[in-house]
């Protein structure tokens, strides 16, 4: 088949020990998954069922990168979350059965133009220019799930310029990973490539040219991004 013009190569996420990287499909965000950040929000939690938002795989960076400072926001903030690779096609699938899909887990950044998502939101309107931003979803190199071993109290935390800005535990999570799964393949057959962030804790804040963001998990490999200046 030919096209019209060249498209770009897909964006993929080197995986620790293996020569091949991980391709990326598509990349689901679970909201409002730890209560101490929709407090900060001022938002109280649906615990009735998880909710999503979207990035496109255009969004995608790695860790390391230099980002520039997006247009149309005067506040920019990051979100540290666990992302969770899915390995095998999934759907509809039992909660007992949902973490045997799972290729991998890995550190990201959710950056977000918050004063449009908190704009839209007001107005009731989708999210995507406050989510669904150039450069916004950062990924750090992915762990097998075999060696990470199991979801549990690891620590996850970010410092902006060498400040703690968010510190907590995984066991935080509202909605663990395999409710989160099984939930989402409800709606969705996922399938290998498909990632999902589960969720940023609280400490979120907004970031100028010239931060350095450094996040971590227990057990993965850290995630850096540098802040560069405005388009």
């Known amino acids: 088949m030919s096209y019209l013009f060249d498209l770009s190569p897909v964006p993929a996420i080197p995986v620790a020990g293996e020569a091949a990287s991980y391709?990326?499909?598509r990349i689901f965000c679970v909201g409002r998954n730890y209560a101490a950040h929709a407090a900060e929000m001022g938002i109280e939690v649906d615990r009735e069922k998880p909710f999503y938002f979207t990035k496109s795989p255009a969004s995608a960076i790695l860790s390391g990168a230099t980002a520039p400072y997006p247009s149309g926001t005067d506040?920019?903030?990051?979100?540290m979350e666990?992302?969770?690779a899915i390995g095998a096609p999934a759907f509809k699938?039992?909660?007992?059965?949902?973490l045997a899909k799972v290729y991998g887990y890995g550190c990201a950044l959710d950056m977000t133009r918050r004063d449009l998502q908190l704009s839209e939101r007001a107005h009731q309107r989708p999210w995507d220019l406050g989510k669904d931003v150039e450069n916004s979803a950062v990924f750090a190199p992915l762990t097998k799930a075999a060696d990470f071993g199991e979801v549990?109290?690891?620590r996850i935390?970010?410092?902006?310029?060498?400040e703690i800005r968010q510190d907590a535990t995984l066991?935080?999570?509202?909605?663990?990973?395999?409710?989160?799964?099984?939930?989402?393949?409800?709606?969705?057959?996922l399938k290998p490539g498909d990632l999902i962030l589960t969720g940023t804790p609280a400490g979120v804040g907004a970031v100028v040219p010239g931060d350095v963001i450094i996040g971590g998990i227990d057990g993965l490999e850290p995630i850096r991004l540098t802040i560069g200046p405005a388009e």
């Open 23 to 25: 391709p990326i499909g």
């Open 75 to 79: 506040n920019y903030h990051y979100e």
């Open 82 to 84: 666990l992302a969770v």
């Open 93 to 98: 699938v039992p909660v007992s059965e949902a």
């Open 152 to 154: 549990a109290a690891q």
């Open 157 to 162: 935390h970010l410092s902006l310029n060498g």
């Open 171 to 189: 066991t935080e999570l509202i909605w663990s990973v395999p409710e989160i799964i099984s939930h989402l393949s409800g709606f969705y057959h």
